[in-house]
């Protein structure tokens, strides 16, 4: 089987959502060649979700525990003070970050991250959600808002993605959590699923699960959501996942719905096993993309700003196997073309945000980690 950098032709027929994809060099809105991407950080372990302040500073996370502020002038704070412990087991620790919506005049922030048990007879860890006060130097008022019933005890496939909509609900994604697939069907716990809370940790009166056993679901069928983020126009909630060996996707989200892991999907096992033999069924909401290789998919956002007019409405993720940033042409609701940009530069891209410059900041995910600035 070829690789995804080895030829054009060859991506286009592996990939099942069948979008043709070029190299950033082919792009005629701006290519590699244009781009100048400047180290802004580095010495990060394990960098993996970012947020930027309304002044323009920068909060980072680190999986293996921590919170630093990365300064406009390029320093980096060193972790904050009173943050709580992780689990820092395999792709488990501190994961994502995000501001309050109403920021200026609270300084709270939010996180989630793998937290230990505290369930009697029930050891492991699962994604929390912690909400706190930003102070000089360091968390104020650390109160968890929000703790997974999918407690387990391995290190893998956790979500943890952040985002507030517009009427300032935070969407947290949950992992299915690897060998727990099944429960990912199941809206009596949180393997799998996409919670809906309000900022304090309440349950929406309008969520679609209020009378289970997991009121907070929004919507399931998930398997490991690694970007969310809001469509800058119409408001509507965007997710990411990672399918097993193929299939990851992009989904819009609807409340309630059933997104079909492992029901339905375009990968199969690791081991080469089907884990199903079925793509659609009845009920069951198709990818609005999904690609096969998978490219490990990570962060996701709506490019939005003048830097880069020509990516304005277009869809920005990072790719962790293929070590590249992806661009996916959105016109009319419908994904065009794909770019690839920053192959050689071999680094794993965990995080994509947008700068409020229009500058597109990375996070490379290494035991040196960076963040990276494009601009042209």
């Known amino acids: 089987m070829c690789k995804i950098a080895a030829s054009v032709a060859c991506i286009a027929t592996l990939t099942a959502s069948q979008f043709a994809l070029a190299h950033g060099d082919h792009d005629h809105g701006v290519s590699d060649h244009e ?30 525990g921590g919170i630093q502020r990365l300064s406009k002038d390029g320093t980096l704070s060193g972790r904050l003070e009173n943050v709580p412990d992780v689990v820092a087991q395999n792709q488990g620790g501190m994961l994502d970050i995000a501001i309050d919506p109403d920021f200026a005049s609270n300084n709270t922030i939010y996180f989630c991250y793998s937290k230990a048990s505290d369930v009697a007879d029930k050891p492991g860890s699962s994604s929390s959600v912690a909400k706190a006060t930003l102070a000089d130097k360091g968390l104020e008022n650390v109160q968890v808002i929000f703790s997974a019933d999918s407690i387990v005890d391995n290190g893998f496939h956790f979500g943890c993605r952040l985002a507030f909509d517009a009427d300032n609900k935070l969407y947290v994604a949950m992992g299915d959590r690897y060998k727990y697939m099944k429960e990912a069907q ?144 959105v016109e009319k609701g419908e994904a065009v073309e794909q770019f690839e940009y920053l192959r050689d530069n071999q680094a794993r891209i965990r995080d994509v945000e947008v700068g409020p410059d229009g500058a597109v900041y990375l996070l490379t995910d290494a035991p040196d980690g960076k963040v990276l600035k494009l601009t042209k």
């Not at 580095?42 to 293996?64: K, Y």
Request: glycine share 12%; charged share 20%; aromatic share 10%.
């Open 35 to 64: 781009l100048t991407v400047t180290t802004l950080a580095e010495g990060l372990v394990h960098p993996w979700g970012m947020a930027f302040l309304p002044n323009g500073d920068m909060l980072i996370t680190e999986r293996a």
């Open 186 to 329: 199941n809206t009596n716990n949180h393997f799998g699923k996409i919670v809906r809370i309000n900022a304090d940790g309440s349950v929406p009166q309008d969520n679609p699960f209020t009378d289970g056993d997991a009121p907070e679901i929004f919507s399931y069928g998930h398997r490991n959501v690694q970007g969310i983020t809001i469509h800058p126009e119409t408001g509507a909630v965007w997710a990411m996942e990672h399918g097993p060996k193929g299939g990851d996707e992009i989904n819009i989200l609807e409340k309630g719905a059933n997104y079909g892991w492992p029901s339905i999907t375009y990968g199969i096992d690791y081991s080469g096993e089907i884990i199903s033999d079925k793509t659609h069924m009845d009920g069951m909401k198709q990818p609005w993309i999904y690609w096969d290789p998978s490219i490990a998919p990570s962060g996701l956002t709506f490019y939005q700003g003048d830097m880069f007019k020509e990516w304005n409405g277009d869809i920005l993720v990072g790719s962790l196997k293929f070590t590249h940033l992806r661009r996916i042409e």
